[in-house]
């Protein structure tokens, strides 16, 4: 099995700051284009910021220049820094990543399958 594992979410005031991680778990040989959505109550689910295995960025324009999404590579882990955050801002938000991951059966086989895999959520709540 494999699977995102977050953490991170709170509540904070106006202005303040909160960053949610997310790494993967599992037998994992490579991730793809890793992602942050939010969803809010009564909207559908929106991308906020995603990032490929270069390190190149792609940010809704909601959160440009308060956000910033980075990726250490070394453990596959990504990372939600959120700044300036406003009541608009209160969502679920859910990592998503595409992941190359193995079985190995007991005849020793080997095989490798791909999947897109989303996160638990991690509710971030903001009051004015």
């Known amino acids: 099995q494999v699977r995102l594992v977050e953490s991170g979410g709170g509540s904070v005031r106006l202005g303040g700051s909160l960053t949610l991680s997310c790494a993967p778990s599992g037998n994992i040989l490579s991730v793809g284009v890793m992602g942050w959505y939010r969803q809010a109550p009564g909207k559908e689910r929106e991308l906020v910021a995603d990032?490929?295995?270069?390190?190149?960025?792609n940010y809704a324009d909601s959160v440009k220049g308060r956000f910033t999404i980075s990726r250490d590579n070394a453990n596959d882990t990504m990372y939600l820094r959120m700044n300036n955050l406003k009541p608009e801002d209160t969502a679920t938000y859910y990592c998503h990543a595409d992941l190359t991951y193995y079985i190995n059966y007991e005849d020793d086989r080997l095989e490798h399958r791909s999947l897109e895999v989303w996160g638990q959520g991690s509710p971030v709540t903001v009051s004015s």
């Open positions: 990032i490929d295995h270069i390190g190149s960025t």
